[in-house]
């Protein structure tokens, strides 16, 4: 397979497709819509895995696991929510195979197997959750209830994409329970708040928090927070939401606590989650024309050692000097690969790790062991410089942390200079037409509207942004009143 | 609910199920056969996950994800393993449910997205890791290729028990492929070897290394591996199986790779498992009629510290004391809790505590802090020492290492005292009935003896163990040449 990358200019799709591919991270199945996720893009997950999962415990969650299968009968039960999911939903029907009297060798469903009770794969698991829950809780003693599941689900999209779209996907959900509205808003908002934190600090993947209208609210929630993100095409990405989601599932169940004051009260509930779409986000916030780029904090492998070298001799003599800086690195932290395959010549390995978006990578020839240095070049922004060996240590370990820093400062830039305040229809469907990004504009609030630019410019309302200056103003399709601007965007 | 629980001479399995129920390990769920692990058992399933991954990393092992879904013509190409999981196959025929005409607010499942090739829920993986791996193997440089995932499975069992034998469960499925069957050997071996040093050394459960007889082997493996362990009720467990595979599914999937030689080759391949059924092991090896024992390395809590106290005044002064060494625990990365819960009283902790199975308890009162002592409880052997609040940490530390001892000394003194070595039918079915165990026996090497032993006695063959000092015999039901005994046992 060739290594050259199609062009982010040349189509952005192809690219962001061939980048997954060549750099290992996943592929498609032999099952319509499901991913392979592969050694090296999985091992981002559980990176993604193990810092939320850190995150989710600080604040007092515990993780648990509930069924695959949600049972029909329950399933229906939060009306809005089942409505929500009903056209993409994988259903079981039957428990069992049996032999092809026509097809030696063959299988065919047993139809003596059918199930009474038809078995959806959950697409999400508030009903299974809630259902369980009726038995969990009884007194206000039971509550908070703090639980998260990491999962897979499946949803059947009928147009799908690597990482960002796909029929089955891996995510965390969180399901809470609490005794008060007031607690459960603000558990919400606190796992929007962590979201936002854990795309900043760890995909350096800049996101701005806010809340969803009304029409692209979860199915069954009162109140959806997003964080959403840029990506390099103009496109937004709503990387993880949290919901508000009232006592809607607490009546459909019938969860009910006895307060301290000895009332029967209906339980208040949120539902948080974010899935291996980020892997797609991270992929295009921050990679470029020559393949991958990876923060330093998610990166698989921090720090590649090439050896340049002829005969064996050298080699070894590269070896042991090269040793010192692995096991320096490593007692840091520092993830390190001494890559000695003498089955691919230096330049292949530069441009496979280039590929694959490895942070640092220090190439040692002998010459460099003469000078006592080592070349080291950084993958964001493709720079090499000679340092002395001497230091070599303590100056990657500085510079993964610059990386980390120039990604985030780099999307931040790109991400500002695309949020576009817009006055006018016209002027809106320039931007979006030529420009791209987010679109900050009065909006009447009716999901009319909403609705009429949707289809007019295939824009849709990203969030309500929080915490921002806010002034009224008239909606830019219909000029009626507007309380304050809102974020639009074509999103993936 | 009562705190009080069957005994194990009463009812060993009534015991097993209230254990679950009561220490807030599991429960069963809605979907039938399903169950749902609550947090407390899931933090056990967590510390087993984080132990096993760390071990197959070290041996060169990397974790990918597959699709949950097999399709069904790809299910079936490798025809004994299709054959051996086809009736426990959950399938999934449908993508759709859509509104009841003839009952508004409920789902029926959509007839018109009726899936053409059927998908199968993944009772394992080979068939769809091996379709893939097709993709991945060229040359010899692309072997060996080392693959673990953690996933969910689904097999429809018709007797099901929380841990034991549920139709969902969690597991990891490793799948790897060789240039030769030596090295395809070693690595099954190698695997079987990991799996009873975890069993030995974190669960404190001693199994026994063996090979399968041909009818309890895995469908499609020519080779299990499996380690055996012994339950208190004096049956068997198995615990993890390894397969050697050879190159059936590279044959049934075509996967071939050019050797350096320069031909073409069928590769070799290998599978090993383990499963939250060890849950059920772990409890079965060591709790008591007072409930869960945990050994310390597998203890979602390895301490717990309860205060004795009247009133707010004294509470804080136990807590300023106990704080000293909660922090002095964690700084040696013993987790600790410290249970100032005001809602119970002490002896309901106690009971809490013992029926949950935390290894020490630490009680400290008024009283203890003037004598500068406190009351530290182990529950392997529920004695009590008054020990000087000094060396209480230390004490603790190797405490817990003496429990995780014990708890494995007591263990292989049961199992070794309930292998049986038998020479007659009659001796055989007398230690089945009246003693159980393992039995020693010599067997013919046929299927029909195995099958006829079973039907007598519901004993089969758990595995030809490894390593063991053999003799030639008779076979103890036909008297048929024996090269060597097997060790049968009723099992779970």
């Known amino acids: 397979m060739s290594k050259k990358l199609t062009k982010r200019a040349e189509d952005y799709s192809k690219w962001y497709n061939e980048i997954i591919v060549k750099a290992d991270l996943a592929e498609n199945s032999a099952v319509r819509g ?13 990176k993604m895995q193990a810092a939320l999962d850190l995150m989710f415990k600080e604040t007092g969650h515990q993780n648990a696991y509930f069924p695959l299968f949600v049972p029909k009968s329950l399933f229906e039960a939060e009306e809005k929510n089942a409505e929500g999911f009903a056209k993409e939903c994988a259903v079981v ?19 003596e197997a059918k199930l009474e009770d038809e078995l959806i794969i959950r697409p999400t698991s508030e009903a299974i959750i809630w259902n369980t829950y009726k038995g969990w809780i009884q ?7 703090l639980i998260n599941q990491w999962a897979n689900v499946v949803r059947w999209e009928m147009r799908t994409r690597l990482f960002l779209r796909t029929a089955e996907f891996l995510w965390q959900e969180g399901h809470t329970a609490h005794a008060t509205k007031d607690e459960a808003m603000t558990e919400a908002k606190q796992m929007q708040e962590i979201y936002a934190e854990f795309a900043e600090t760890f995909m350096a993947m800049p996101v701005i928090k806010g809340a969803k209208s009304e029409s692209e609210r979860f199915a069954g929630a009162l109140e959806t927070y997003t964080i959403e993100a840029l990506m390099q095409d103009g496109k937004a990405l709503q990387a993880g939401t949290s919901h508000f989601l009232g006592q809607n599932f607490a009546k459909a169940f019938d969860v009910k606590y006895t307060s301290k004051e000895g009332k029967q009260e209906f339980v208040w509930a949120t539902s948080w989650g974010v899935s291996t779409r980020l892997i797609g986000g991270l992929i295009m916030t921050h990679s470029d024309d020559f393949g991958l780029v990876l923060p330093p904090k998610l990166a698989p492998i921090q720090v590649v050692i090439v050896p340049i070298y002829k005969g064996e001799e050298q080699l070894k003599v590269i070896f042991e000097h090269a040793d010192v800086i692995v096991k320096a690195l490593k007692d840091k932290g520092i993830s390190v690969n001494f890559d000695d395959r003498d089955t691919f010549r230096p330049g292949a390995k530069f441009a496979e790790y280039e590929l694959k978006g490895i942070p640092v990578r220090i190439a040692m020839g002998n010459r460099d062991l003469q000078n006592n240095t ?16 001497d230091v070599v240590v303590d100056f990657v370990i500085d510079l993964l942390e610059k990386i980390q820093k120039n990604l985030f400062d780099k999307a931040i830039n790109y991400r500002d200079q695309h949020i576009t305040e817009v006055n006018s229809f016209d002027q809106f469907k320039d931007v979006i037409k030529n420009k791209g990004g987010f679109i900050s504009a009065h909006w009447d609030g009716t999901k009319e509207t909403e609705d009429r630019i949707k289809e007019l410019t295939k824009a849709t309302i990203r969030c309500i942004p929080e915490n921002w200056d806010q002034q ?17 965007a074509k999103a993936y």
């Open 139 to 145: 007194s206000y003693r039971d509550l908070p209830l």
């Open 374 to 389: 080592v070349e080291v070049a950084r993958r964001d922004t493709l720079e090499k410089q000679i340092i002395s060996k």
């Open 93 to 111: 029907t039957h428990y069992r195979l049996k032999n092809d009297p026509n097809n030696p060798g063959k299988l065919i469903v047993d139809p």
């Open 34 to 46: 499901c991913m392979v996720i592969k050694p090296y893009g999985f091992t981002i997950w559980e």
């Open 472 to 488: 009224k103003g008239r909606c830019v399709l219909t000029g009626k009143e507007s309380v304050a601007r809102v974020l639009f």
